[in-house]
């Protein structure tokens, strides 16, 4: 079993950065994936970023791509999300998770948080 903490969510004007954090623990070993999805107030959950075990290059969904910036620190147990040139589309709770489905069946299917391991979530609010 993996836990999965999120931290660094807040209130930020459009245009600024914002970095998102996410402290793992348990079984992270054996975990194939890490990644971000967020939900906007009235929209299902959405993948982010996400980093797979044994692929080179981490996913990200077309809004966020050349803004955000996902990497993990395995010696620390850390997920990172570096998020720049913030829109107020960009607002949402932010959740962490791992061992959750492949990008293409996510793209293909959509989220189900009943798979994986999740965090409580941290609040994002872009303002204009």
């Known amino acids: 079993q993996v836990h999965l903490v999120e931290s660094g969510g807040g209130s930020v004007q459009a245009g600024k950065s914002l970095t998102l954090s996410c402290e793992t623990s348990g079984d992270t070993s054996s975990s194939r994936c890490f990644g971000w999805f967020r939900k906007a107030p009235g929209k299902g959950r959405e993948a982010v970023a996400a980093?797979?075990?044994?692929?080179?290059?981490?996913h990200y969904a077309d809004s966020v791509r050349g803004r955000f910036t996902i990497s993990r620190d395995g010696a620390k147990n850390l997920l990172y999300l570096q998020m720049n040139s913030l829109k107020p589309e960009d607002t949402g709770m932010y959740y962490c998770?791992?061992?959750?489905?492949?990008?293409?069946?996510?793209?293909?299917?959509?989220?189900?948080?009943?798979?994986?391991?999740w965090g409580p979530g941290t609040q994002v609010t872009v303002f204009s």
């Open positions: 998770a791992s061992d959750f489905a492949t990008w293409t069946a996510i793209q293909v299917l959509g989220v189900d948080p009943s798979f994986g391991y």
């Open positions: 980093i797979y075990t044994g692929h080179d290059s981490p």
